[in-house]
Each structure stands twice: as structure tokens, then as C-alpha cells.
């Protein structure tokens, strides 16, 4: 990777913007008002942005090593109370990836330090709907299928945040669970059934 070349691609960048439109960075700096959450992978092959064909000031970003909504996360946590109190968003975007490294490190049993309990909460996913798994016998489809159930419980644990229930119940945010194919370049919606995965867990996690 050229650095100097970063900055050679940043200027022609704002030369390319202001060409387009001489206030764009001016407009740019007077606030941000996205409507959408995007919760991805930090894998280098999947840009948020890029793949969804929006602009700076669209979304706003998180990403982490497998697209993980730990509950005890205080990084995820404060991006999500932080857009959906404040920023007032009404989407959230949890997007999964095929060919995950996280995911696939998590089906292997190899120590990997510190990326252990980081890589357990992808574990319990795949306790929690083993019998699944396990029954499908491709090793490849098992895979893909941990990466789809995994953006499902991440939507769950966005659920389970009183802000995002509260926004639900006040303003009708929604929450989506969207795989990114790499090998096709497709952006895949899971239609996860939110109303009756609500029903599943409210009964637990209901905040008032
Ligand atoms: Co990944």
C-alpha cells in the first residue's frame, strides 16, 4: 500500500466533489441526519458505503470483526443509543457477509487469545441453533447458514436495547438482516419475521 498515494487519491477526491458542487464539504460540515444504522463486518472486502450506493452523511457506520452486538459491548452499545436517541435513525442494518472470518474461525476449535471471547459470542450462536446446523452436512452451507443466523441474533440483541424498543413502540424503526454475497457482489435480505421474532423474545427481554 502506497500512503503517499492515499493522500494524492484524497485531493483529486476533493477536487472531484467541488467540481461537482463548490459547497459540498461546506454543506457536509453543518451536521450530520442519516436515517439508517449500519452494523458490518470490518472485513477489508466489504465497504458499507460502496456496496449500498449512498453518500457520506447516509448511515452511520459500525463495524467490527464479524458484525457482533455483544451485550456487554460498550462499543456497540453507545453507537446504537447514540443513533437511535440522538440521531434519531429509523433503520437499523445488521449486515452479515459470506466467507466471514469471524464466523469461520468461531466453527474451528483452534485458541486464538484474545479474539476468544470475542469469537464465543459467534459460539453461542451456533449452541443456540445446533440442531440446525448440524444437520446440514456441506460444510460450505453450514457455514453460510452460521453467517445468516448470526445477523439474526445480532438483530435480536439490537432488540433487546430499551432505546430500540422505545423507538419501535414510539416511532416504527425497523430492524433488518441483510447478508453481503462476495461472491456475487448481491446484497441479500434475509426478511427476517420481525413481528414474530419480537413476539419470541419480548416475552424475556420487554422493557417498559
Ligand atoms: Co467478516
Redesign the pocket.
Known sequence: MNIAQIFKNNHDWVQEKLNLDKNYFKNLSKGQNPDILYIG???SR?SAEELMGIAPGEAFIHRN???MVPNTDLSSMSVIDYAVFHLKVNHIVVC??Y?????KAAMQSKDLGILNPWLRNIRDVYRTHRFELNAITNEDERYKRLVELNVQEQCINVIKTAEVQRAYRSRGLTVHGWVFDIHSGNLIDLKIDFPKVLENVMEIYRLK
Do not use: E, F, Q, R
Open positions: 463486518c470490518s472485513d466489504v470483526i464479524a458484525n452479515g457477509h466467507y466471514c472470518g469471524g464466523v
